[in-house]
């Protein structure tokens, strides 16, 4: 398969060495394309404020880069690629300060389409963050949330976990590329997420390792993705206060599972409820965020038409009055309404007339914030 042009360009310049987020939108803005750029002479690159080093970088690596190869990879490997540029990049990756200009991923991407809620927490999961899991995340998956962590050891593979034995969709953000799947370990339940009609992503291409500091890069688009965060064990130093600070800093909700004062594994969760996180008690504490509400044991997701999957689709990211879903969709007010209705008793959305949002945490000196330093 032929790459587009310009995907062709973008995955080549992604590759480029120094190459991150806001450098990548700075080239994208100096050029008219990245094939010009691609193409731009040294003096060209230095005049858009690249040092000297940084652009005998550059040029080494257009020379040494085959783009048809490069594509190839891609290829061979199964993967598929998204742009920031892309209509369905996800808008709320989007509204970050640096979101990532590629994602490569496997599976479903229309998991995204749905509103997603980061699960997080430490390594070291006890039997007390276990019971956690399994008291919210099924209650939350089955609402029609999708769950997105990190793949990795202890509390993110249990979420991933507790999500696909509900029956939900799970998105899986990796710290390195796809065909580098770590943990070694959690292999198996990556490719278990694909079968399942989940979903893994990263910005990092194929052949890149888990490097330490990829992995607050990951922690970023966790955060992103979703509307909330939930973080449900964290000592006092660890990798989930920090895609909860992040999420703070998009202006998202946090929301933390309160516990025992003696534990090691709560320290980092009883403090940002100090700070201000919403305590997780129930999954209606979560689903109140998102304008849904929690499906009883009994109550199996209903198979969704695609008018209904447009209307869920609008209010991912915000709540909208039903006369803005009408216009949007370019249908009478009558027919929206009585589909609202519909997946109001279904319990995927909550008040199918008016939607009410629900104020964040302020982003106010001495908050969440000040709990983990910057990154």
């Known amino acids: 398969m032929e790459a587009p ?6 995955i080549a310049w992604h590759r480029s060495p120094k190459m991150g987020a806001t450098r990548f939108a700075h080239l994208r803005r100096a050029f008219p394309s990245l094939k010009d750029a691609w193409h731009a002479k040294a003096i060209d690159l230095k005049q858009i404020g690249f040092d000297d080093n940084l652009v005998q970088e550059l040029i080494l690596h257009r020379q040494q880069t085959n783009i048809e190869k490069s594509w190839q990879q891609i290829n061979e490997l199964n993967l598929n690629v998204v742009t920031v540029a892309d209509d369905n990049y996800p808008n ?16 479903n991407w229309s998991c995204l389409d749905y509103p997603a809620l980061a699960a997080v927490g430490s390594r070291q ?17 089955q609402s029609g949330l999708t769950i997105v962590s990190g793949l990795a050891y202890g509390v993110d593979a249990a979420c991933h976990q507790a999500t696909l034995q509900a029956g939900g969709k799970t998105a899986g953000v990796l710290a390195c590329g796809l065909d580098q799947i770590y943990p070694a370990a959690n292999r198996y339940l990556a490719q278990k ?26 922690n970023r688009i966790i955060a992103g993705l979703c509307r909330a965060t939930l973080v449900i064990e964290a000592a006092a130093v660890s990798g989930a206060l920090i895609t909860a600070k992040l999420a703070l800093e998009y202006n998202r909700e946090v ?63 915000e709540p909208l009055h039903s006369d803005d879903i009408a216009r949007a969709l370019s249908l009478p007010a009558g027919d929206i309404i009585a589909k609202l ?29 000040t709990l983990v330093p910057q990154c």
Do not use: C
């Open 255 to 317: 929301f933390a599972v309160p516990g025992n004062i003696n534990a090691p594994g709560s320290v980092g969760t009883n403090e940002l409820i100090k700070l201000g996180a919403m305590p997780a008690l129930t999954a209606d504490d979560i689903l109140s965020a998102y304008n849904l509400t929690a499906a009883t044991p009994a109550q199996a997701r209903p198979t969704l038409d695609k008018l209904s999957e447009q209307i869920l689709k609008l209010i991912v990211d």
């Open 193 to 218: 997420i694909i079968d399942s009609g989940g979903l893994l992503l990263t910005e990092f291409p194929p052949g890149v390792m888990p490097l330490t500091h990829h992995f607050p890069l990951r």
């Open 341 to 369: 209705t519909l997946l109001e008793v279904a319990g995927l959305i909550k008040d199918s007339a008016i939607y009410i949002s629900r104020a964040t945490l302020s982003n106010k000196p001495g908050g969440l914030a």
């Open 92 to 107: 709320l990756l989007k509204q970050i300060s640096d979101p990532p200009p590629l994602l490569y991923y496997r599976g």
């Open 125 to 141: 999961i006890t039997s007390y963050g276990q019971q956690a899991v399994a008291k919210l995340i099924p209650a939350l998956a």
């Open 5 to 10: 042009e310009d995907l062709a360009y973008w």
